[in-house]
């Protein structure tokens, strides 16, 4: 018997007012790794679907920001606002097939900025905001990815 294993790239988002932290998954779904920024600005939709194309992406899986109580805040409501403008955009094919995932968030930051100090980056590119969101993006993305394996083990869903 043989075990099937899905070839779907996915890609997580770590949505920032000014930057957006880009990952994407390998092709087995299994691993995230840490793509780019992209500027949040006009030109954010169009990017973000040029990305979905060259990387052929699947499934977003967008960061979800709540408080420590499980609550709604500022940012909550900037990225649900991101999210429905993402929907609209990626409506019509050969977008209209990709899935959009929220998924907690809540210590990606906290967890990136840690990990760049453990990992011995220089103090100089800890201090650039995009490292952060970049790695936030991939910590985001590897504990959605990680959960599926724990609910669906052996299955790649």
């Known amino acids: 018997m043989y075990l099937q294993i ?22 087995s779904s299994s691993i995230a790794f840490g793509r780019e ?15 979905v194309s060259d990387e052929s992406i699947t499934q977003i ?7 420590l109580k499980g609550e709604k805040s500022e940012q ?3 990225v649900e606002k991101f999210e429905a403008d993402l929907r609209i955009a990626l ?9 959009i995932i929220r998924w907690d968030e809540r210590f990606t930051s906290k967890m990136a ?3 760049m100090f453990e990992s011995g980056m220089k103090k100089k590119k800890r ?5 952060i ?17 724990k609910f669906h083990p052996g299955s790649g869903e």
């Open 37 to 51: 920024i992209i500027l949040n600005n006009k030109d954010v939709f169009a990017k973000i679907k040029k990305f």
């Open 113 to 115: 900025s840690d990990s």
């Open 127 to 131: 201090q650039q905001k995009g490292n």
């Open 76 to 78: 909550t409501l900037s």
């Open 61 to 67: 899986v967008l960061g979800y920001p709540l408080t």
């Open 91 to 99: 409506a019509e094919p050969p977008f209209s097939n990709i899935t």
């Open 133 to 149: 969101d970049i790695i936030s993006a991939s910590l985001m993305l590897q504990s959605y990815l990680d959960s599926r394996k």
């Open 6 to 27: 899905s070839m779907a790239k996915i890609m997580g988002i770590d949505h920032g007012n000014v930057r957006i932290g880009i990952a994407v998954s390998d092709e």
